[in-house]
């Protein structure tokens, strides 16, 4: 039988900007793996791989002006070159001598003796560097380009030129031809995306459109221009990333089915007066807006900031409380299990009186897990706030039922099978039961299960990712979501990650509270440190001492704790001296962690597993070794540790301070203890990656944008993607 054959359709065209780069001429196979190499695999990859810096070729530097330590890009001809050997040739200089008619230049590399090929007598160069010595003027490493003749010598000459992140083999002026080529054949194919947001042109905000911004990022008039047009390219990522962050929130609210946690104030009240003090005003001011979203139609999803020691955990068991009220099961989930331990004690003691049983559970305590009703059906990915939107934007959920369901939609949304079960949650038909469970990541493994889950709560939020918060709130039907961080998360990282939640903070401190100082000390002044310690000991307060390691490394003097202990107790003596850290077994750790909080254990000398959530109001000193190891996020939460009682408290930084950031970090902190200055500070210092640690999975990764220093591009994407949402008809 003749096979059939179907006719050869025409294939569609190729949109230009994802062929591969090879398209581009001068791109060979040697050129496409170092190209590779920089991520740069499609045209599209090869304009949008944007430069690290401009040199202003339009008038060069002077030699004879330069000035030290001031970065110049000057030319001139070589006039010396060679390379000297010392150490019995086991290094060499090699150098250069520049001369532009001014002034001549040394231009030196340190063990790179190959160079010596690479240059000549009589070449004509361009060399960047910071002076480093002007008698005579010198440059270490600078960077070269030679001065070449030919078609495209424009591209490189008498203009602002691009400097691009490169690799090995492939020189400055190769990278900036090939850009240039690209940018001629391909540059008018790049569009500005939809729906269109950025206001371009001569509009009264207008932006570069998108094709005339890729082009000014290669090759701007002046820097201004070059930075508008980051600007642009910016503003196109953080529109992109809002509009992930709003459509989930938008599903949420046109999809979920709020769980009724507002509770009655039957468990609050006997609580409230049973604990022994007052709340707050900021705390009373939170409570009120968390109850009003778990009374509300839309699960909340609420981040809860306070600085250390401001009660954040008084307001979550007032929010568990009202869930229980209501026979909803909570969920507390915190990073470490002493924590976890800590906080299940805090819960025993309150909310057993009241009947309440709290179950611990951690990868050490099984804990029995919660089921005292059937279970529903499983919902699917499509039920919850992480629906995967399609291409059009819309989550692929069942539409929102309509408003004359007596149930509110409950039933419907559960399905088939629990609808009796439904009908019980809405009645609030089983609340005697209703239990909290406290754990670690335990509660997210698959074999811990949750039936009436009303209210999950995650403590430190900044210490888990976003994949494991969504894991918890995955094991019931749209649970409400409590989620708290000591780490005041500055504006512009707040609304990109955490976009989607709504923000409560908590900026008051219970009253009573000793003030903290902070010192800063080199390691010479340890035997005071050591001394002082002892008088507040004998005065009966506590003390931690904080060591960067566990164990010591060979390549470098880091102190370690394991070592340290033993030196630390012998200079206490007769006071007891604990040992806290990561690699012993849960049963010695809540040992010693129940000595410390019982006053048994005068000092714990530990690692950074102290670091959150540890709360002993005697503790009134706080001695950090190595200091310039932390980042000052870590150091506030490690001294957040001490000023929780009536007593004065210090916070003694042991540093070498040999270098510069890490001597700024350090007077920042002692400077300040407002958090959210710490965090700006921070973010400046060390950017937002070290700002939350590598466990926020949930950072972006950004070509353009910059989130030290764009908030207000942030500001303006949220703003614009809100209203374009807002605009369009719900469905
Ligand atoms: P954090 O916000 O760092 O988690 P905690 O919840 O651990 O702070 O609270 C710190 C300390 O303050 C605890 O000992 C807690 O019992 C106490 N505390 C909380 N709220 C109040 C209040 N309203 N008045 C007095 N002390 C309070
Ligand atoms: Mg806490």
Redesign the pocket.
């Known amino acids: 039988m003749p096979e059939l054959r179907t006719p050869p359709e025409t294939a569609p065209p190729v949109p230009p900007l994802t062929l591969p780069v090879t398209v581009v001429s001068g791109v060979g196979p040697d050129r496409a793996a170092m190209l590779q190499r920089l991520g740069i695999r499609t045209v599209g990859d090869l304009l949008l791989h944007g430069p690290r810096r401009y040199e202003d070729r339009r008038a060069f530097a002077a030699m004879r002006e330069l000035q030290l330590g001031v970065g110049a890009v000057v030319r001139g001809h070589i006039v010396a070159s060679g390379v000297k050997w010392f150490r019995g040739r086991t290094r060499s200089v090699y150098e250069f001598i520049l001369d532009d008619g001014t002034a001549r230049l040394h231009c030196r590399w340190w063990n790179l003796p190959f160079l010596e090929r690479m240059f000549a007598v009589g070449d004509d160069l361009m060399v960047f560097g910071k002076p480093n010595s002007l008698r005579p003027r010198t440059m270490d490493h600078p960077e070269t380009e030679r001065v070449e003749a030919g078609d495209e010598a424009p591209v490189h000459l008498n203009r602002v030129v691009p400097i691009y992140p490169s690799t090995e083999g492939l020189t400055q002026r190769v990278l900036r031809g090939l850009v240039w080529r690209a940018l001629e054949r391909f540059g008018a194919a790049v569009t500005d995306p939809e729906p269109v947001l950025v206001p371009v042109g001569s509009a009264p905000d207008g932006w570069p459109g998108r094709s005339e911004a890729v082009r000014t990022l290669h090759f701007p008039e002046n820097l201004e221009a070059a930075e508008r047009a980051r600007g642009r390219l910016a503003l196109d990522e953080f529109v992109a990333l809002q509009f992930e962050i709003q459509r989930r929130r938008r599903n949420l609210e046109r999809n979920a089915i709020a769980l009724p946690c507002g509770g009655d104030n039957r468990l609050i009240k006997p609580f409230l007066a049973a604990v022994g003090?007052?709340?707050?005003g900021a705390?009373t001011h939170v409570l009120r807006e968390i109850r009003a979203d778990l009374a509300g139609p839309v699960p909340m999803r609420r981040l809860l900031q306070?600085d250390?020691?401001?009660?954040?955990?008084?307001v979550a068991a007032c929010a568990a409380l009202m869930a229980l009220e209501n026979g909803w099961n909570v969920a507390v989930m915190a990073p470490t299990e002493i924590l976890a331990g800590q906080l299940a004690d805090n819960f025993r003691r309150w909310f057993e009186p009241l009947g309440i049983p709290v179950d611990l559970r951690t990868s050490a305590q099984r804990g029995p897990a919660v089921s005292n009703m059937k279970a529903g059906p499983r919902l699917t990915d499509a039920h919850l706030d992480t629906a995967p939107i399609d291409a059009t934007g819309t989550a692929r959920t069942e539409p929102r039922p309509t408003k004359k369901d007596p149930t509110g939609g409950l039933i419907e949304s559960v399905g088939r099978g629990s609808a009796r079960a439904a009908r019980e949650a809405v009645a609030g038909a089983v609340p005697s039961c209703a239990r909290l469970t406290v754990g670690t990541h335990a509660l997210i493994q698959p074999d811990a299960n949750f039936e009436r889950l009303g209210l999950v709560v995650i403590d430190e939020q900044h210490k888990f990712g976003v994949a494991q918060r969504e894991a918890l709130v995955r094991k019931g039907r749209y649970p409400h979501l409590l989620v708290?961080t000591?780490t005041p998360i500055p504006r512009t990282l707040g609304l990109t990650l955490y976009g989607d939640l709504d923000v409560s903070v908590?900026d008051q401190s219970?009253?009573?509270r000793g003030r903290i100082r902070t010192h800063v000390r080199t390691p010479d002044a340890l035997p005071k440190v050591w001394e002082f310690l002892r008088r507040e000991l004998t005065a009966g307060r506590q003390a931690y001492v904080v060591y960067a390691r566990v164990d010591e490394s060979e390549h470098d003097d880091v102190k370690a704790v394991t070592k340290e202990f033993v030196r630390v107790k012998a200079a206490m003596a007769p006071h007891v001296v604990g040992l806290l850290h990561g690699q012993l077994r849960p049963e010695e750790k809540d040992a010693v962690m129940s000595a410390f909080r019982s006053g048994a254990v005068q000092v714990l000398v530990a690692t950074t597993v102290i670091e959150v959530?540890v709360?002993v109001?005697n503790a009134t000193v706080m001695v950090i070794e190595n200091a310039e190891q932390f980042g000052l996020a870590q150091l506030h939460q490690l001294r957040?540790r001490v000023g929780?009682g009536g007593h004065e408290s210090h916070c003694i930084l042991v540093a070498d301070q040999k270098t510069e950031a890490a001597q700024e970090r350090l007077k920042v902190l002692a400077a300040t203890t407002d958090g959210f200055a710490l965090a700006e500070a921070d973010l400046r210092l060390r950017g937002p990656g070290e700002l939350l640690g590598k466990a926020q999975s949930g950072l972006p990764s950004l070509r353009f944008g910059d989130l030290r220093g764009d908030r207000v591009l942030v500001e303006k994407a949220r703003a614009w993607v809100k209203s374009c949402l807002s605009s369009q008809p719900l469905n």
Request: charged share 15%; net charge positive; hydrophobic share 35%.
């Open positions: 003090f007052k709340l707050t705390q306070g250390v020691g401001s009660g954040k955990t008084l708290m000591a908590i219970p009253a009573g959530g709360d109001p957040g929780r």
